[in-house]
């Protein structure tokens, strides 16, 4: 049983940065895939970003140019750097872990999650 958690979240202003963090406990980020999700009041799911376990990553178009994902192996850490955020990236981030990936951009697909955290840009 993988668990994840996630650290990170805060309220921002408009134009600044954070980085969200996330280790799967019971598991290695070596050999699963990684993903973060983002969900806004009132709205789906959507994927973000992901880094497969040989480091690959991919990045959802709409948050291209401003949010990359990176992994520490050594750490057990898979890390959301954001920055330029907007008050639209307003959202309930999650970190989802599944060691067989068929379509990433599928909620469905991940069977571990973390509990989120928010993450509020306002002025």
């Known amino acids: 049983q993988v668990q994840l958690v996630e650290t990170g979240g805060g309220l921002v202003q408009p134009g600044g940065s954070l980085r969200l963090s996330c280790k799967p406990f019971?598991?290695?980020?070596?050999?699963?895939?990684m993903a973060w999700f983002r969900q806004a009041p009132g709205k789906e799911r959507e994927f973000a970003a992901i880094?497969?376990?040989?480091?690959?990553?991919h990045i959802e178009d709409s948050v291209r140019g401003r949010f990359t994902i990176a992994g520490d192996d050594a750490r057990n850490t898979v890390y959301l750097q954001m920055n330029s955020l907007k008050p639209e990236d307003t959202a309930v981030y999650y970190c989802?872990?599944?060691?067989?990936?068929?379509?990433?951009?599928?909620?469905?697909?991940?069977?571990?999650w973390g509990q989120g955290t928010q993450v509020t840009v306002s002025s």
């Open positions: 989802a872990a599944s060691d067989r990936v068929i379509n990433y951009a599928y909620p469905q697909t991940y069977n571990y």
């Open positions: 019971g598991g290695s980020t070596s050999r699963v895939a």
């Open positions: 880094r497969w376990g040989s480091g690959i990553t």
